[in-house]
């Protein structure tokens, strides 16, 4: 299993653990897809992020659009990749056309077969057992999502863009209240990710960990 989890891919870890996750495959030239978080019409967002991967001598050169620019060819396309890029955006949202087009398990799937996945910010929080985190970095679920479980392909939760001097026991209230279900959360600044190569985590920057009626440092 290759998985990355990006706070904010414009930083210098955000870049290094895409990187991590790139060289573990081991193939000099890897070809990456795309699964935007919502309809990107100029593409401006995925022309960035191509740019990004261009720089560290990959291709980026398949977009898969989830709602109504969705297709079955690109999805194929997008399966025979070396790994998948799942953008950041609108957390609810995303994960809302994703369990639309029944693509959770197609995704384990894909790890599971030795695909990699890297997720950035909201792509990151699918990554985890569920979204719930979502609300602490200003998401909202205008989308009326119910289902809020995620890929579940790692044994806690994520928060993107909180930094350090932001956890205090106020933040472990919000916790309880949203879910009982909380019992390990990684708050991660954006200068910030998470690794897993084969069970193996790699912490990049300084991430802090929660733990149920515990708080320590990562």
Not at 180 to 187: I, N
Not at 193 to 205: A, C, F, K, M, P
Request: charged share 20%; proline share 4%; net charge negative.
């Amino acid at each position: 299993m290759k998985l990355a989890l990006v706070s904010d891919p414009d930083t210098g870890n955000g870049i290094a653990g895409i990187k991590y996750v790139l060289d573990a495959l081991g193939t000099s030239s890897k070809r990456i897809g795309y699964i935007a978080s919502q309809p990107d019409p100029v593409r401006d967002y995925y022309l960035a992020t191509q740019h990004m991967y261009s720089k560290l001598g990959d291709k980026l050169d398949c977009y898969l659009e989830l709602e109504s620019g969705f297709n079955e060819t690109s999805l194929k396309q997008l399966l025979a990749c070396d790994a998948i890029h799942l953008s950041g955006g609108d957390t609810y949202r995303f994960l809302k056309w994703l369990k639309y087009r029944d693509l959770l398990p197609v995704l384990n799937q894909y790890v599971t077969d030795g695909g990699a996945l890297i997720g950035v910010s909201a792509g990151a929080m699918i990554m985890t057992p569920s979204i719930d985190t979502a609300i602490l970095c200003g998401d909202a679920n205008y989308v009326g999502l119910q289902d809020l479980s995620g890929l579940s392909l790692v044994p806690f939760h994520f928060v993107p863009h909180v930094s350090l001097a932001e956890k205090t026991s106020v933040v472990a209230m919000e916790l309880a209240a949203i879910s009982a279900d909380l019992s390990r959360v990684y708050f991660c600044g954006d200068n910030t990710s998470l690794v897993i190569i084969d069970g193996e985590l790699v912490e990049l920057g300084e991430p802090f960990l929660w733990v149920m009626n515990e708080i320590k440092p990562a």
